[in-house]
């Protein structure tokens, strides 16, 4: 690890709604009708950054790939203390599945950063869930990873960290350079002014990259290189069936514990019927 801790933050931007139309067509979202925020688990493992810089000083490039339009999340970020921001933008790389994506990121941040000691990534995206990208840019980056951190600690090239797995508490240890997602357990991410964030357009350029200027081939990129193919998009719809049960209160209560009992011991945790007796 060099002198100067050099930390990598890969955020995304992701729609300001809860819900977006799609496009039939291609299965993506249609993100341009809404405005864009940085993905919340995005924000703590920044957060995280941000701290272990003022920790042991160093500096913060944070990377995100996307629209024009993105740029204005690498803003923000450098409004809360980010050094550099990179925006990769081309047509060729819309429609990139997690794989593509994470290709895409490893060679930006190879290219950009290729000295760095830590990559920082949300542990997931509030716009697909899929926690891929994190684990595949350890893969591409040939660099140990681990998922779900919420604590971080420093120690000379010796990275300590804690995160709750199946509902045990892990400490593990790693050797840097490394690449860690983190959760949104802690590191809530610190407050930041509309002024703030103007005052980023006026003191600090973002770094715009596109296939050619990381000498990638367009069709190693976007959605004609990934080989996820989306089938169909739907909204899903709950199927109840009403079951109306009749008579006295005690004949309801014991056909209620005939025909649900095991799902009712199931939620509350115990055995109705070793309780009965």
Not at 234 to 254: C, D, H, Q, R
Not at 256 to 262: A, E, N, S, V, Y
């Amino acid at each position: 690890m060099s002198d100067i801790l050099k930390l990598v933050v890969c955020i995304k931007q992701v729609p300001a709604v809860s819900e977006l139309p799609w496009d039939a067509a291609t299965g993506t979202l249609k993100r341009d009708l809404a405005e864009g925020m940085i993905n919340p688990a995005c924000k703590h493992a920044l957060e995280a950054a941000l701290q272990l810089k003022e920790r042991h000083g160093g500096r913060i490039v944070v990377f995100t790939m996307g629209p024009p339009m993105a740029e204005e999340v690498l803003r923000e970020a450098m409004a809360m203390g980010a050094d550099q921001g990179v925006l990769l933008t081309d047509r060729a790389m819309a429609g990139a599945d997690t794989s593509v994506t994470s290709f895409t990121l490893a060679r930006a941040v190879a290219g950009v950063c290729p000295d760095f000691d830590l990559v920082m990534c949300g542990n997931r995206t509030i716009d697909s869930e899929t926690a891929q990208v994190g684990p595949q840019l350890a893969e591409e980056l040939k660099i140990p990873g681990a998922a779900n951190v919420h604590q971080l600690t420093l120690s000379g090239k010796i990275l300590r960290l804690e995160r709750l797995s199946d509902n045990f508490l892990e400490t593990l240890e790693m050797d840097l350079p490394g690449l860690v997602t983190i959760s949104t357990r802690e590191y809530f991410p610190r407050y930041v002014s509309m002024e703030g964030i103007q005052d980023t357009f006026d003191k600090g350029t973002i770094l715009s990259l596109g296939a050619k200027d990381l000498g990638l081939d367009i069709n190693l990129l976007g959605s004609k290189a990934s080989p996820t193919r989306i089938l169909d998009v739907y909204s899903p719809t709950a199927k109840k069936n009403n079951v109306v049960l009749k008579g006295s209160p005690k004949k309801i209560v014991e056909e209620l514990f005939t025909r649900f009992g095991d799902k009712i011991g199931g939620v509350i945790r115990k055995d109705i019927k070793k309780a009965d007796t």
